[in-house]
């Protein structure tokens, strides 16, 4: 593959050997609550599916699905803490390698935007999903409700993703492939937020809000 081999799901899991299942749970632990963002998770995810399928990882399907997905809770679990305790003292440097402020300036954006959703929608976009569940730390979002929506996420991501490689892992053209079956499911990945976003849309053109123009009261504020 043209990446670097710490970033080659295949080359990484072969390493692995037989850690290969708790080498990725690691790694989707640190992805996605250690702050560093630059990790194949997805790729690695689906590419469990497929070695589990092909009989290279034996273990039971079902018990890599529980792995990964605890994985990737935990990992958010353990970035809402670090938020809640550190606030955004990590992101002050601009030339930073890998804290930049602008990660979590685009993170607010996206968590303003789509609310406690974004949880779930941010475990397909790399680098948002590691940082928006610092941002939710940060802002003392609900414990119960960060729960509730990265449980979601997590059980989508981890185990959809898996489910998928393992689904199409018995095709001899994905085997042989694998490159191009990533950057295809680089490109799913996507599709909820361009789907949120057609809708969002939709919804402003059906709620449209001329430029300085009040935005009408709902019912709960009139009553204040």
């Given at each position: 593959?043209?990446?670097?081999?710490?970033?080659?799901?295949?080359?990484?899991?072969?390493?692995?050997?037989?850690?290969?299942?708790?080498?990725?749970?690691?790694?989707?632990?640190?992805?996605?609550?250690?702050?560093?963002?630059?990790?194949?998770?997805?790729?690695?995810?689906?590419?469990?599916?497929?070695?589990?399928?092909?009989?290279?990882?034996?273990?039971?399907?079902?018990?890599?699905?529980?792995?990964?997905?605890?994985?990737?809770?935990?990992?958010?679990?353990?970035?809402?803490?670090?938020?809640?305790?550190?606030?955004?003292?990590?992101?002050?440097?601009?030339?930073?390698?890998?804290?930049?402020?602008?990660?979590?300036?685009?993170?607010?954006?996206?968590?303003?935007?789509?609310g406690p959703r974004?949880?779930?929608?941010?475990?397909?976009?790399?680098?948002?999903?590691?940082?928006?569940?610092?941002?939710?730390?940060?802002?003392?979002?609900?414990?119960?409700?960060?729960?509730?929506?990265?449980?979601?996420?997590?059980?989508?991501?981890?185990?959809?993703?898996?489910?998928?490689?393992?689904?199409?892992?018995?095709?001899?053209?994905?085997?042989?492939?694998?490159?191009?079956?990533?950057?295809?499911?680089?490109?799913?990945?996507?599709?909820?937020?361009?789907?949120?976003?057609?809708?969002?849309?939709?919804?402003?053109?059906?709620?449209?809000?001329k430029p300085g123009?009040?935005?009408?009261?709902?019912?709960?504020?009139?009553?204040?």
């Amino acid at each position: 593959m043209l990446m670097p081999n710490w970033m080659d799901p295949e080359f990484l899991l072969n390493w692995l050997g037989d850690w290969a299942l708790w080498g990725t749970a690691a790694v989707i632990f640190i992805e996605c609550g250690l702050l560093f963002p630059i990790l194949p998770g997805d790729s690695l995810l689906f590419a469990v599916g497929m070695f589990i399928a092909l009989g290279t990882i034996g273990v039971p399907l079902w018990v890599a699905c529980v792995v990964l997905t605890a994985a990737a809770f935990l990992g958010n679990v353990s970035g809402y803490y670090i938020g809640r305790a550190l606030g955004m003292s990590l992101f002050r440097n601009p030339d930073a390698k890998f804290l930049k402020p602008k990660y979590i300036e685009q993170t607010n954006e996206f968590f303003e935007k789509y609310g406690p959703r974004a949880l779930v929608l941010a475990r397909f976009v790399p680098i948002v999903r590691t940082f928006i569940t610092v941002t939710a730390g940060a802002g003392r979002m609900d414990p119960k409700k960060f729960f509730l929506w990265t449980g979601v996420g997590a059980v989508l991501w981890g185990t959809g993703v898996t489910l998928l490689g393992h689904a199409l892992g018995r095709i001899k053209f994905i085997h042989d492939h694998l490159e191009s079956a990533l950057i295809l499911l680089v490109i799913l990945s996507i599709v909820p937020m361009i789907v949120e976003y057609v809708l969002a849309k939709r919804r402003e053109r059906n709620n449209p809000t001329k430029p300085g123009e009040p935005v009408p009261l709902t019912e709960d504020e009139m009553r204040v």
